[in-house]
């Protein structure tokens, strides 16, 4: 017999800010628990309960999706080119562990690459402050590579994360509205489902460093067992490799050096928490979007369906859908960035290397479901 749950009454959708000062919180009505037939969709605009967002006045969110799309790649190519051809920002020495200059083929096959990550943002529905933190979590891996290893300066690694986050993000603020789960302080009160959990500064650290420890965590038992070897003899030519970082050591960075590799996956740990926790947490723990199941006359795909993906509620599926994609985009991303644009690097040294950064994901996933459970 495939697993039940009892749903609950209540279940919240979130408003864009533009449109909330002409509602009334008292209108805002919860929906009941009534099922429908229709499963939910695993990856549309609509693939977080709390994550429906209205029109707003502004003119760029009427024109249509054919538009609004190559429109927010044109804007993300622009950006990117220009930033990052600025001589002032002082970025040079990312060259000096660079393949060189690529031929035609790699120039589009990064460019299709890139496209396809803003149309997977896109159809999933994110705005600014799911596609800045899905695009933190997937190139992060990249320039922590370069810090640890290829000695390049931390500032150097912020500014070009920074600039690629903003070239990405940038039309997904012009083009998309942004969901009040984003800023819950200034919602309606009855408009986001869990608002006193998101508004609280507490919780807003504690969910933070909880990621930031536990990515901190993984990368160490990494080292300590095998990527330190993965390395060596997958990546030719890397500058830093002391004896101390060799397969069996107890630490990569050293208790002592343990703060600063905490600091360095800040960014990590709040990107995490703004693409995990907020839109989870957000969303009501029910079935509403269970399809009806009767054990005594579902076929074998009402079974399978219920035991695969029916039985979790909206709340889990929202945050296993957003962990899925954050590991397949990790591992996709770090294994392309790393092998097109580091001297000596293989594929398979660089997927190796994205492993522990999907399985922090997935660690960082699994705790949030466990706080997310009393919510």
């Known amino acids: 017999m495939a697993p039940t749950r009892r749903s609950k009454s209540q279940s919240i959708s979130s408003i864009p800010a533009d449109t909330a000062d002409s509602l009334k919180a008292p209108n805002i009505k919860p929906s009941g628990s009534k099922r429908s037939s229709k499963s939910p969709?695993?990856?549309?605009?609509?693939?977080?309960?709390?994550h429906v967002l209205q029109k707003q006045r502004s003119s760029s969110y009427k024109l249509p999706n054919a538009v609004r799309f190559p429109l927010a790649v044109?804007?993300?190519?622009?950006?990117?080119?220009?930033?990052?051809?600025i001589p002032d920002l002082a970025i040079g020495d990312l060259a000096a562990v660079s393949k060189g200059e690529a031929s035609?083929?790699?120039t589009l096959g990064l460019l299709a690459w890139k496209t396809l990550e803003l149309a997977i943002c896109w159809v999933g529905g994110f705005d600014v402050y799911d596609a800045a933190?899905?695009?933190?979590?997937t190139h992060a891996p990249y320039y922590t590579l370069l810090w640890l290893f290829y000695l390049i300066r931390p500032t150097s690694n912020m500014l070009a994360l920074a600039i690629t986050v903003i070239s990405f993000s940038v039309p997904f603020a012009l083009l998309r509205p942004t969901a009040l789960i984003h800023y819950p302080s200034s919602a309606p009160r009855n408009s986001v489902y869990n608002r006193a959990i998101l508004a609280d500064p507490q919780t807003w650290i504690y969910?933070?460093?909880?990621?930031?420890?536990?990515?901190?965590?993984?990368?160490?038992?990494s080292f300590a067992t095998y990527l330190s070897g993965w390395l060596t003899t997958r990546f030719n030519g890397l500058p830093i490799l002391r004896a101390e970082y060799a397969p069996g050591s107890y630490s990569f960075m050293g208790v002592a050096n343990w703060p600063a590799l905490l600091v360095g996956l800040l960014p990590v740990g709040l990107?995490?928490?703004?693409?995990?926790?907020?839109?989870s947490i957000s969303t009501p723990p029910s079935e509403v979007y269970s399809p009806r199941f009767d054990t005594s006359t579902a076929g074998f795909r009402e079974h399978f369906y219920q035991n695969i993906w029916g039985w979790w509620t909206t709340?889990?599926?929202?945050?296993?859908?957003?962990?899925?994609v954050a590991t397949v985009?990790?591992?996709?991303?770090?294994?392309?960035?790393v092998w097109a644009n580091i001297q000596g690097a293989s594929p398979y040294g660089a997927f190796g290397y994205a492993i522990p950064w999907a399985l922090g994901v997935m660690v960082v996933g699994i705790a949030f479901g466990v706080v997310g459970e009393s919510a």
């Open 41 to 50: 969709p695993l990856f549309s605009e609509s693939v977080d309960a709390q």
């Open 74 to 85: 044109l804007i993300s190519y622009s950006l990117s080119v220009f930033l990052f051809s």
């Open 104 to 106: 035609w083929p790699e």
């Open 133 to 137: 933190s899905l695009i933190t979590l």
């Open 207 to 221: 969910t933070s460093i909880l990621a930031t420890a536990m990515f901190a965590l993984v990368l160490e038992g």
């Open 271 to 279: 990107a995490t928490r703004e693409f995990l926790f907020v839109p």
């Open 315 to 324: 709340r889990e599926q929202a945050l296993i859908v957003r962990v899925g």
């Open 329 to 337: 985009l990790i591992l996709a991303n770090t294994t392309l960035e």
